[in-house]
């Protein structure tokens, strides 16, 4: 048990070090040694848990998808207005990236294409608009499929033109959503997302 | 004079070369030994006109932001709504891009950062915006440098997304801006732009 503990660790420690080293250098730069350096494992513990940096990636990018589900359900869970739900989980999000180099290096990985081929938030935003268009609360001739896409290369547009500073991320996603979203709204939803 | 023209045709061979290998692989992956094939020169003629792949970087990127300030100017002139500016401006740079490799290793290459630190849209946006604001053309309570970063955001957030297909983003901002320019403003400038 105290050894299966052990590997649980060392299998962590190995994560969060490629993290870093993705996070700071790219995937195509980050070399296998400089990660084993920055954990301190031997190459023989290394591919104890995985057989190269690309299972590792793979690792990463499914750590990230299964908090990103986790988040999602969570906000969902609220039963809030669909689009303060928007809000509230684009912004949360970029909160844990601040916080989390692996889930930072996780997304950067999964916008990448390595390991999958979707970042996991083009079906969210598409889905939390159209639940928005069937309460009746986007403002009339507005296509959902068309917002989702707006409100999406808003965000990704948004997280590209901080260039990695995730503080400001939060801050320019509230702001953004601000600009954006009253005028996606009939009139009386505005107040209920302020309100949510 | 002949040989003159000569040389400017070279000079010219050299640029639409390198810009179709960048396009193609990029500017790090780009090898000069490439843009060679690509246009059939020889190393000493090429030495002849650049001193090396970061000079004709430089080149592209200076023959990029010329075809940004013409264009602009020449939109800026039609004198409309600054608004409908900002859709008719990009809208037909995405047209540009579409056919022009020279530019699209251009933006390419600014985006990267490579031989200058912005793309020249910001400041575009911003002047618009602040134009349309100067007009009463916004709804009130925007602020108007956060709306310019919306538009940025979302148009660099539609060119990303669309991945090199620049077809799909000339389509794709047309759709953007009707979702986005309507929330934007007063109830009468819609109409406006409409018609702009």
Same mark, same amino acid.
């Given at each position: 048990m105290a050894q299966q503990h052990r590997a649980q660790l060392t299998r962590h420690s190995i994560l969060v070090a490629a993290a870093a080293e993705i996070d700071e250098v790219g995937y195509e730069a980050a070399r296998l040694s400089a990660i084993l350096r920055r954990c301190g494992i031997t190459k023989g513990a290394f591919y104890f848990h995985f057989s190269g940096k690309h299972e590792v990636a793979h690792a990463l990018v499914e750590r990230y998808r299964e908090n990103l589900d986790e988040l999602s359900n969570r906000w969902y869970q609220r039963a809030q207005n669909p689009l303060a739900t928007m809000v509230g989980l684009t912004c949360d999000a970029a909160r844990r990236l601040e916080d989390d180099v692996l889930l930072r290096a996780g997304l950067f990985l999964a916008c990448n294409h390595? =390991? #999958? $081929? #979707? $970042? =996991?938030?083009e079906f969210l935003f598409d889905d939390l608009v159209r639940r928005a268009a069937d309460r009746g609360l986007l403002r009339p001739g507005l296509d959902p499929a068309a917002a989702a896409r707006v409100c999406y290369a808003m965000v990704v547009g948004t997280n590209l033109l901080v260039g990695g500073d995730l503080q400001r991320l939060g801050v320019r996603l509230e702001e953004a959503w601000q600009v954006l979203l009253p005028g996606l709204m009939v009139g009386g939803a505005r107040e209920a997302v302020a309100a949510g």
């Open positions: 390595v =390991g #999958t $081929d #979707t $970042d =996991g938030w």
